[in-house]
């Protein structure tokens, strides 16, 4: 059985920072394309960054130099370190793993940036 299964998230003031981990289970990580994306209610959800098999990255113009998507093979992780926090951060973020059969999407974790 494959999961993805989020944590990290939490209350923030602007301008701190969190780091999202995406455990995986059933897939290897490193096979996979591993993306984060976020969600707000009322809105679609958006990629926020992606980190591919072969360990290449690209981020949403938003939060490209604040957050950045790292992956540990040895753990089976990917990781979204998030600087510089802004209240537009605010939403639930999920974990996506993709490979040429299968999507897998983890629970999300909410992350709230507020003074």
């Known amino acids: 059985q494959v999961q993805l299964v989020e944590s990290g998230g939490g209350l923030v003031q602007p301008g701190g920072s969190l780091r999202l981990s995406c455990v995986a289970s059933g897939i290897t990580v490193s096979?996979?394309?591993?993306?984060w994306y976020r969600q707000v209610p009322g809105k679609q959800r958006e990629s926020v960054a992606t980190i591919t098999k072969t360990g290449s990255t690209n981020y949403?113009?938003?939060v490209k130099g604040r957050f950045t998507v790292s992956r540990?093979?040895?753990k089976n992780t990917v990781y979204l370190?998030?600087?510089s926090l802004?209240?537009?951060d605010t939403a639930v973020y999920y974990c996506k793993g993709v490979n040429l059969w299968s999507i897998y999407w983890g629970q999300g974790t909410q992350v709230t940036v507020s003074s």
Not at 31 to 35: F, G, M, P
């Open 81 to 83: 370190q998030m600087n």
């Open 31 to 35: 096979v996979y394309s591993i993306s």
């Open 72 to 74: 540990d093979n040895a």
């Open 60 to 62: 949403v113009d938003s």
């Open 86 to 88: 802004k209240p537009e």
